[in-house]
């Protein structure tokens, strides 16, 4: 079993940067890999960034790049994600997520993510 619990969102104007966290209770932090996707209204939640157990390797949706830092602390059993440069469609919820089944790789798939924290707001005015 694994917790998460999103903290950070909150309303930024275009331009901007917010940063959010994410802490992780149970299993040992350090054994799998970490994603963070969003959700727009009306719109299939998606992949944002992603990063193995390490650090070493990580992933990002062609929308973030270059804006978005994804990084983790596993001594603080955290995982954290810069946003800069934020624009009006990075509004959405954003979840945490644990691929319990992979250490060394990532995945974009959320079918291979098994726990999800409850999400946090984020709203980018113009």
């Known amino acids: 079993q694994v917790q998460l619990v999103e903290s950070g969102g909150g309303l930024v104007q275009a331009g901007y940067s917010l940063r959010l966290s994410c802490a992780a209770s149970?299993?040992?932090?350090?054994?799998?890999?970490m994603g963070w996707f969003r959700q727009a209204p009306g719109k299939e939640r998606e992949i944002v960034a992603a990063?193995?157990?390490?650090?070493?390797?990580?992933y990002y949706a062609d929308s973030v790049k270059g804006r978005f830092t994804i990084s983790r602390d596993n001594a603080k059993n955290t995982v954290n994600l810069q946003m800069n440069s934020l624009k009006p469609e990075d509004t959405a919820v954003y979840y945490c997520?644990?691929?319990?089944?992979?250490?060394?790789?990532?995945?974009?798939?959320?079918?291979?993510?098994?726990?999800w924290g409850q999400g946090t707001q984020v709203t980018v005015s113009s």
């Open positions: 990063i193995n157990w390490k650090g070493s390797t990580t």
């Open positions: 149970g299993r040992a932090f350090s054994s799998y890999a």
């Open positions: 997520a644990a691929d319990l089944g992979r250490s060394y790789g990532v995945t974009d798939r959320q079918d291979d993510y098994d726990y």
